[in-house]
Structures are given as C-alpha cells and as structure tokens.
C-alpha cells in the first residue's frame, strides 16, 4: 500500500463511531498487537494532528519504524470496519461473497464456491441490479469453462449480452439526466421533449429499478424545465413509492430513500402543497432515526443539516415563528453545537441564517444577538459578503423595532 498522506490515520481515527472504535479495541486486544494499539490511543486523544507530538510520546520501538507501523494501523483498522459493517450493510456482504467465491474456486472447491453466490442470486430477484446480475454470470462462465459445459455457456453469453445492453441504455439515460441537469442550472432549453425516452424498449425499463428511477428523473427534469412542477412531483412520488416498497434496494443504495424523500419535499414546497410537505418532512425525520448505523456520520451530519432547514423554512414559510424558534432551542442549537464540526464549513452559515429569522420575527433579542455574532465572523471567514449585508439590515430592522416595542 502506498504512503497515506501525514494525517490520514488521523482523519480515520476521529471518524469513527463509538460502537466501531469499541469493535476495534476489542479485535485488537485479542491480538499481540499492542504497538499499534498504542499509536491509536495517542492519535484518539489528540485534538489536532502533530506528527512531532506523537513522535515524542511513542516508546521508542514503536516510533523506530512509524511510517510503516502507521500505515499498517490504517490497514487495521479498514480491516475492522469492513468486518463490523458486514453484518448490516448489504454492500459489504455482497464483496465478501465475491471475495468468498475466488477463495474457494482457487482452492478447487467449485461447488462450494457456487453456493456463496446465493446472495447475488436473491439481491438480483429482487433488484435486478445490472452489476451484479454481470458479476454473477461471469463467475458462473468461469465455472463452466473449467467444466468444459459449452452449451450451458452458450445461454450464459446470450444473459450477459443482454445485461450488457441494458448497461448501455443505463450509460445513455446517465447522460442524458447530466445533460438535463447542467441545461436546468444555466436556465437552457434542450432539443428533446419531456416524453424524451432515447428510443429504450420499456420492457428493458420496466425490469430494472434502477432505469426506471432515470426514466422518471429525465421526465421530472424536462418538465421541470418547461416550468410544469406538477407534473414534475408526480414523477418524483413514483420514485418514491419505487424505492419505499423495495427494501433490498434501498439496504443496496442506503442514501436513495432520503434523497427522494427530499426532492418530495423541495417539489411539494414549491406548489405549496401543505399535506405533503409536512408528510415529506416526517419521512425524513423518520428515515434519519432508522439510520443507526452511520447515525454520527459526516453524511448523515448533512442530512439532518436538509432536514432541519427545510423544517424551519416551512415553520417561515407558514408564520410559525414561536414554534420555529423553540424547535431551535430544544432540538436544532444543541445538535449544532455538537454536529457542527461534521458539516462542511460553507453549508453552516444556511442553519445560523435561519435561526436569526426566526429569533427576528419571534422577538427574541438574546438569541438574535448571539447567533448574529457567530453568524457573522462565519460570513467574514468564509466571504459571504452579499449575506453579511443581509444581516446588517437585519440588525437595524431588529434596533428599529425594538425601539418601538419600548
């Protein structure tokens, strides 16, 4: 393995979770590995990276060979992770079925090598998920050719011909959704109409969820663009009710379901459709809570960051100032304070934005200055100068009001 960069390890140390680091103390103190367990504890405890830091409080044989020792550390811990998440992600299993099938074929064991494709098998009935489907029919010509079984081989050849077509019409819908994409953002018209479908047979569609979720973001896209929002969520719902009644699909894309839940949300705001924007939204909550295992993730950081905003927007949106603002102070500022360093830095200024509307318009002049403040050394650190303005005349709006409260 190459040299990762000085703070990788790090970086990989202070993004696991408790259960993960709980595994992996526990894989590592079962094993005469006490060196690397060593390095761990001290990067753990660190707040910042220093590599003379710890340089100084290693034991001497451990640092003697660092780079190596960390790297190996790195390998380690991967190694931990993969094994904890094996159990309940969908994805590794598949990997190490593979991993599991190469194993036993080398070791002559075909028909044992055979069996460990089962999974494939019942993900496939179930998803017929193009890579897979590929991955299984090739491991099984692998087979086959060492059996001399030709004819079988032949029907083989036909199966991953045909899923190599259906690959290509995935290639072209792909494109076509980036192109529709780009074109909405620049405000361009494209040549082709909403009922764009690149000439596919609909059988290949309607057998394949995953190019039946393209299908309906190209038609939500190019109505979208004619200016057609109604049109536009009805196929934004069908992705939806798709990926609600799958649940092997979404064990496979585990960030699909949020995703369309929050397209749900941002079409049904924008027709002011009140019903559905405020089930839109318990579906999202619903769905963060159902996320245990990568609850203290970067990534699911942000989507609470989604959920919160759109939240608020809605309580704005509706004049539910005294709601929005407890909603702050009960639920959004204390998983701030904690969550905040997961987020990506330009994403915070959003939530802060949010709270000094809401703590404006609910009259609340502690909380409006306090989070005026920190809002504004975040818009002087990251250049937001068009929102720094904003909250300038906010400030005077809030002095102006004030004053006439009194």
Aim: proline residues 2%; contains cysteine; glycine residues 2%.
């Amino acid at each position: 393995m190459s040299n990762q960069p000085n703070n990788s390890l790090f970086k990989l140390i202070h993004s696991m979770e408790k259960n993960e680091l709980v595994y992996f103390k526990r894989e590592i103190n079962s094993t005469d590995q006490n060196q690397y367990l060593i390095i761990f504890n001290i990067l753990l405890k660190m707040k910042t990276y220093s590599e003379k830091e710890l340089f100084k409080l290693l034991p001497r044989s451990t640092s003697k060979n660092l780079s190596r020792n960390k790297n190996y550390l790195y390998n380690l811990i991967l190694k931990s992770l993969r094994n904890y998440h094996a159990e309940g992600d969908l994805r590794i299993q598949i990997h190490n079925r593979i991993i599991d099938f190469h194993l036993l074929y080398h070791k002559g064991l075909k028909k044992e090598a055979l069996k460990r494709l089962k999974l494939l098998k019942k993900v496939i009935d179930e998803t017929n998920n193009l890579e897979i489907q590929l991955i299984n029919q090739k491991l099984k010509y692998q087979i086959n050719q060492e059996k001399n079984e030709y004819e079988t081989n032949i029907e083989l050849s036909e199966k991953i011909n045909t899923i190599v077509l259906q690959l290509k019409t995935w290639c072209e819908m792909i494109n076509h959704v980036s192109i529709l994409k780009v074109k909405t953002e620049q405000g361009l018209k494209t040549e082709t109409d909403n009922k764009h479908s690149l000439s596919v047979d609909p059988e290949i569609v309607n057998n394949n969820i995953d190019l039946q979720l393209l299908r309906n973001t190209i038609n939500a896209l190019s109505y979208r663009q004619e200016g057609n929002y109604l049109e536009a969520y009805q196929y934004i719902k069908q992705s939806k009710d798709l990926i609600v009644n799958n649940k092997t699909f979404q064990d496979l894309n585990p960030q699909s379901l949020y995703k369309t839940l929050s397209n749900n949300y941002l079409f049904s705001s924008h027709l002011e459709l009140k019903e559905d924007c405020i089930e839109n939204l318990k579906d999202m909550e619903i769905n963060l809570n159902l996320n245990n295992r990568y609850k203290n993730s970067p990534v699911t950081a942000k989507k609470w960051l989604t959920f919160y905003s759109n939240s608020l927007a809605e309580m704005m949106r509706n004049k539910k100032f005294d709601e929005g603002a407890k909603f702050i102070i009960d639920q959004i500022s204390p998983w701030f304070v904690k969550e905040k360093e997961k987020l990506p830095f330009n994403t915070r200024g959003q939530i802060n934005y949010f709270f000094l509307i809401c703590f404006f318009f609910d009259n609340q002049e502690k909380l409006f200055n306090k989070f005026l403040e920190s809002f504004t050394v975040y818009c002087q650190k990251s250049k937001e100068f068009e929102w720094l303005f904003a909250i300038q005349i906010m400030q005077l709006q809030f002095e102006y009001q004030k004053s006439n409260w009194k």
